[in-house]
């Protein structure tokens, strides 16, 4: 089963990109909006990077705006996150996640378990 599952992550140096991907069960994709968060080390909480509703309207945090794009895949039910211009600050476990209920939800419910992202100098 599917559910949400994360892949891409791995080990660039300063300056160089990664495409996240997360492949999400059909009866999750976009009805409700996705998202992409990162968890730092040593932080306990997930800070939002970057979301998409379900028309397609994106939204970015201060940090990655103008060097992260998401962007979906109707057809391959697919989220993606490209990350250009990384920095170290960039390090972190990055998860997707969904929404979904009788109604949208506010908060999301459905995680992947997460890729780890690490950025050298």
């Known amino acids: 089963q599917v559910q949400l599952r994360e892949s891409g992550g791995g080990s660039v140096q300063a300056g160089g990109s990664l495409k996240l991907s997360c492949r999400v069960s059909p009866y999750l994709f976009s009805g409700c909006g996705m998202t992409w968060y990162r968890q730092t080390p040593g932080k306990e909480e997930r800070d939002l990077v970057s979301?998409?509703?379900?028309?397609?309207?994106?939204g970015y945090s201060d940090s990655v705006r103008g060097r992260f794009t998401i962007s979906q895949d109707n057809a391959k039910n697919t989220l993606y996150l490209q990350m250009n211009s990384l920095t170290t600050e960039d390090t972190a476990v990055y998860y997707c996640?969904?929404?979904?209920?009788?109604?949208?939800?506010?908060?999301?419910?459905?995680w992947g378990q997460g890729t780890q992202v690490t950025v050298s100098s």
């Open positions: 996640a969904t929404k979904s209920g009788p109604t949208c939800p506010l908060r999301y419910n459905h």
């Open positions: 979301s998409i509703t379900p028309d397609g309207t994106a």
